[in-house]
């Protein structure tokens, strides 16, 4: 995933752009960076910050950059800001992308005479990278914004940093979020609405599906309406988004709870307590606990102090690692207890088997599970969610190859497996069920999940879940 964040001011941006970056930590683990423009031209840092969080590592930086005009990211992937000269002039870039047809993209540059691009270590080419050398295919940068947007096939969120001020587009379906904020002699971009709260900005505006806008100390304009159709990941909601978050004037921390009442209205076991994965099933939890009159409490809680993030490291081995060492149990909260635990979701089950398999060690009587979001049955095609290149990670296309005998399983088969009132659904919960040794498993509806949001179901993907584009 990633993040970003964006100054235009009339005063010096780095403390605005330092902090408001640094409130997207949540969002990705690898890399930071800034770029800004001021007097000096450009200037620009990156840093890794797989061992050390933004603050520490960007702390220097932002003593010595200076600049009317920056842009800030947090990247689970690539190393950007990218400072780029072309024909457009000198800019800098940053993005939030999913890109399926890139070697598609990489060739057609190539037969129009584009020299070369940099691989990174992985042997990949920064995406980044790729969408400004897409925007400079174009006689100005809107012109080729645009060809970006809609050129690119998953998604693509851009802020593009110039000496006239700060280019932005949402993705053309909204996949992701941007929003605007302001102050006396200051204007931000962001995509969490929370980052700059604390900053003294007020919300101004949510850019729409496709929209491109320019801001500079002035003002905001908008060079390029929004368009009407809109599929935000509602997966923000569900796990990415910070509970302060809000995306399209939906809370995170809202819509969690919303989601713990219902699951909590069609469920029928009676457990001593309810507890939330920590830390985006605590608030699902405490709607569970709310509706249903079952206590809530926290047989286990995260060690914060060195684990102070959402998100974990890329490496699946490294992953599975840490999430035993993060969390630290409660043993008297556990011991001969009927527990009811409420996750974001399972995707690939390591985690959550591990997690039960040591509360029963505890001395657990029962273990419940209730994922918050109903079963992930296809790989996201639209956001860096996993760097997985298989879907037979997923715990459920493993238990329905079980069921059917192959990998190869047809896509009107897939669609019973998505339908909660069908046979073949009760079958594959059954077998992660049993796979992962849980007391009972009971997923979240789709239905249940998209009221808990509370906008038309046409402008949320739910891809993941039910395999249907737009």
């Not at 657990?364 to 296809?378: F, G, S």
């Not at 339908?419 to 009971?442: A, C, H, Q, V, W």
Request: charged fraction near 25%; charge should be negative.
């Amino acid at each position: 995933m990633g993040g970003f964040f964006g100054v235009v001011s009339k005063e010096d941006c780095l403390f605005d752009l330092f902090f408001g970056t640094d409130y997207h930590s949540h969002l990705g683990t690898r890399r930071g960076g800034m770029a800004v423009y001021g007097e000096k031209g450009f200037d620009r840092a990156i840093h890794n910050i797989e061992n050390s969080p933004f603050r520490t590592k960007f702390d220097k930086d932002m003593q010595e950059m200076k600049g009317n005009y920056g842009i800030g990211c947090i990247s689970d992937y690539e190393p950007q800001p990218l400072i780029v000269r072309s024909h457009h002039g000198t800019y800098a870039i940053t993005t939030v992308s999913k890109i399926n047809n890139a070697q598609e993209i990489v060739d057609n540059i190539f037969t129009n005479n584009y020299s070369h691009f940099l691989e990174m270590s992985g042997g990949d080419i920064n995406p980044t990278e790729l969408v400004a050398a897409i925007i400079n295919q174009k006689e100005n940068i809107i012109e080729g914004i645009h060809y970006a947007l809609e050129l690119v096939e998953g998604s693509l969120t851009l802020m593009l940093l110039t000496p006239k001020g700060i280019y932005a587009a949402r993705d053309k379906y909204g996949r992701t979020p941007m929003v605007v904020g302001h102050k006396e002699n200051s204007y931000c971009l962001s995509f969490e609405s929370f980052a700059f709260q604390n900053l003294g900005y007020r919300p101004l505006k949510e850019l729409g599906p496709g929209e491109i806008i320019v801001a500079n100390e002035e003002g905001i304009k908008t060079l390029m309406a929004p368009g009407s159709k809109m599929k935000i990941c509602t997966f923000l909601w569900v796990y990415y988004g910070y509970p302060s978050s809000s995306y399209e004037g939906i809370s995170v921390e809202q819509m969690r709870y919303n989601c713990g009442v219902n699951m909590a209205k069609r469920d029928h076991v009676k457990p001593d307590i309810v507890a939330g994965v920590p830390d985006s099933g605590t608030a699902h939890a405490i709607g569970y606990s709310n509706e249903s009159g079952i206590p809530f409490s926290r047989p286990f809680i995260k060690y914060t102090p060195t684990w102070p993030r959402s998100f974990m490291p890329t490496m699946q081995s490294k992953r599975n690692m840490i999430a035993k060492m993060k969390l630290i149990a409660v043993h008297d909260l556990i011991k001969d207890k009927s527990l009811l635990l409420i996750d974001d979701s399972i995707v690939r089950g390591t985690q959550l088997r591990e997690t039960t398999e040591f509360l029963y060690e505890s001395g657990a009587k029962e273990v419940h599970i209730r994922p918050a979001c109903p079963p992930l049955v296809y790989g996201c095609k639209f956001l860096n969610f996993s760097r997985s290149t298989s879907e037979m990670d997923l715990i459920t296309r493993r238990v329905i190859a079980k069921l059917e005998g192959t990998e190869e399983v047809p896509e009107e088969v897939l669609q019973q497996y998505t339908d909660p009132e069908s046979p073949k659904y009760e079958e594959m919960i059954e077998g992660i069920r049993k796979e992962l040794n849980f007391t009972s498993l009971r997923y979240n509806r789709l239905d249940d999940m998209l009221d808990a949001v509370g906008i038309p179901k046409e402008n949320l993907c739910t891809y993941c879940w039910d395999g249907r584009d737009v």
